[in-house]
């Protein structure tokens, strides 16, 4: 008896916004547990009950529910976009100093950056994001201004830009970030003046965005590297491939292997609550909701993108 093939609906044929009336009624029922990132003072006054999504498809449709205009801290969804640019600009060199393995540790462990004498696991842990920001530091002449102006031309939307309240709460508290910098410094792993790299890694961070300008943002990772929004090439369609796979392997700290296999997408995590999340050659997602989980990933946010992976069968796998 020959088995039933299972054949994916083209995005236009999915009424997503029927589908986000029926994550409404999802919500009511699910509990919104866990806590917002405490630790930077700037983010303890969100509001823990937000929440947004916007879904962008290559073809310019757009699909959303709840708070998706509302500003907010992207923090370590940023990390992708710099090593978008450095990886453009370095090429494979890039991975001489950081790794692409999951780190299944913490995202600002010590311990295993100690006994990998200096090579961070991957970018996306706070360590790799910094030698990430090292190299755009040795390698733009005003890191600031040009990386902004980088993700402004992406998606064509120029009023994107840092927040200088959430950079200086960051500064305040960043003893964890200066003692993994300081312990790559000794092993030679961080080129230049550590303020510098950190004052970069801290503005980063602060960007801010809503679920739409995320989604459309992202929208150039569903589409081989070229951003829909302006015809423009971001990467090439191998680089593209990679930093899908990155996302894939490393996009939540350690419980990216819970996302892969719950959600079936690559994505990247912030700890303001935000999550992005990539369908090549179909769309982007973005979700809001600042409540985390123990694993620093937005409870809400992975619950629902489950929920909706599911519903249309939208997974990679």
């Not at 913490?106 to 090579?119: D, P």
């Not at 706070?126 to 902004?148: H, M, R, T, W, Y």
């Not at 959430?166 to 003046?193: C, H, P, Q, W």
């Not at 951003?227 to 990467?235: A, E, G, I, N, Y």
Request: glycine share 6%; with cysteine.
């Amino acid at each position: 008896m020959a088995s039933k093939e299972c054949v994916m609906e083209p995005d236009n044929a999915i009424n997503y916004q029927h589908l986000f009336l029926e994550i409404a009624e999802e919500i009511k029922s699910l509990e919104n547990s866990g806590e917002v990132a405490s630790y930077i003072e700037e983010l303890q006054t969100v509001d823990p009950e937000k929440f947004g999504i916007h879904l962008a498809t290559i073809d310019n449709q757009n699909y959303n529910f709840g708070d998706s205009d509302e500003k907010f801290s992207i923090q370590s969804i940023a990390k992708v976009l710099a090593l978008t640019l450095a990886f453009e600009i370095e090429n494979d060199k890039i991975w001489e100093r950081v790794g692409v393995e999951p780190s299944g540790t913490a995202f600002n462990s010590l311990v295993q950056l100690e006994y990998e004498q200096g090579i961070p696991r991957n970018p996306f842990i706070n360590a790799g994001a910094l030698v990430i920001c090292d190299i755009l530091v040795s390698c733009l002449k005003k890191p600031k201004q040009e990386f902004i102006q980088f993700i402004r031309d992406i998606s064509g939307n120029q009023s994107l830009n840092y927040c200088p309240r959430v950079a200086n709460s960051e500064k305040r508290t960043s003893y964890k970030n200066a003692a993994l910098i300081n312990l790559m410094k000794s092993f030679g792993n961080i080129k230049n003046d550590i303020d510098l790299v950190l004052d970069f890694y801290f503005h980063l961070c602060s960007i801010e965005m809503s679920c739409k300008e995320l989604a459309q943002e992202f929208l150039f990772l569903a589409a081989d590297g070229i951003s829909p929004l302006t015809s423009k090439s971001v990467v090439s369609n191998s680089k593209s491939k990679r930093i899908n796979a990155i996302m894939q392997l490393c996009g939540f700290y350690d419980e990216a292997g819970e996302f892969a296999f719950k959600v079936g997408l690559p994505g990247k995590s912030g700890v303001g609550g935000g999550i992005i999340a990539i369908h090549p050659d179909r769309y982007s997602i973005a979700v809001w909701s600042p409540r985390l989980n123990p694993k620093w990933n937005s409870s809400r946010g992975m619950k629902i993108l489950e929920f909706i992976t599911t519903k249309t069968t939208s997974s990679i796998f």
